[in-house]
């Protein structure tokens, strides 16, 4: 079975700051594994994806993640955080021949102007 | 906008009735996925249709079922409803091109419940 342990309920971080997102994953096979953003009252945005191809996986709006085996990681990072990257980010995973979607707590980040 | 629609927006019922669901997933999904987001849960996996059958289930209770129908739109239905059935029930579709690919997900907007 797969879970997801993303670090810190909220982040908060100056205008241009980094932005770091931690998450961790425990799964029996090597796993997939994504970041989703959610924006107040409305639904789940992909923001990028880990299927097993380049470790550094780029996505929307500057966002990268770095799967990280040994570590079982799952990191998310943006080098300049803007105003409108406030929102609540969700690490979930699921393995290859299982369809759910295992979701973290989330991780509510404020951007300070 | 994902392509998927869920309606109503909005629902507020009281304590034990019965509400119905709905979804339409993109155009050419097969799968249907349903979770439910409340404060003390987090994102939880209820259940998950393909091409009209019943395919994965998760903590989904028994008060609740969920069906897919041939023209592929989906209902989650919720009985003996309970002050803790509130939430935002979300559904989500993806193309699923079998099975050891990877399939994305694609989110709808989501129905919130409130149980009075």
């Known amino acids: 079975a797969q879970s997801v342990t993303q670090l810190g309920s909220h982040v908060s971080v100056s205008e241009g700051a980094l932005v770091l997102l931690r998450c961790n994953y425990s799964?029996?096979?090597?796993?997939?594994l994504f970041w989703y953003v959610q924006y107040p009252n409305q639904g789940l945005q992909l923001l990028l994806k880990?299927?097993?191809?380049?470790?550094l996986v780029k996505g929307i709006n500057g966002f990268e993640a770095e799967f990280k085996k040994s570590e079982t990681s799952f990191h998310l990072t943006k080098p300049s955080a803007h105003m409108s990257d406030a929102a609540e980010y969700f690490c979930?995973?699921?393995?290859?021949?299982?369809?759910?979607?295992?979701f973290g707590a989330g991780t509510t980040v404020t951007v300070r102007a | 906008d994902s392509g998927v629609t869920q309606t109503p927006k909005h629902l507020i019922t009281a304590t034990g009735q019965r509400v119905t669901l709905r979804c339409s997933p993109r155009?050419?999904?097969?799968?249907v996925y349903w979770y439910q987001q409340s404060l003390d849960q987090g994102l939880q996996f209820l259940i998950q249709?393909?091409?009209?059958?019943?395919?994965a289930k998760g903590n989904i209770l028994e008060r609740f079922s969920a069906q897919q129908f041939p023209d592929l739109h989906s209902e989650l239905n919720l009985s003996s409803l309970e002050l803790g059935d509130s939430a935002l029930y979300f559904c989500?579709?993806?193309?699923?091109?079998?099975?050891?690919?990877?399939?994305?997900?694609?989110f709808g907007p989501g129905t919130r419940l409130t149980v009075l």
């Open positions: 989500a579709s993806s193309v699923d091109a079998g099975i050891s690919s990877y399939n994305e997900q694609f």
């Open positions: 799964s029996s096979v090597p796993p997939y």
């Open positions: 880990y299927t097993s191809a380049a470790t």
């Open positions: 979930a995973v699921s393995e290859p021949n299982d369809y759910k979607l295992s």
């Open positions: 155009s050419g999904d097969l799968s």
């Open positions: 249709y393909y091409n009209g059958e019943e395919r």
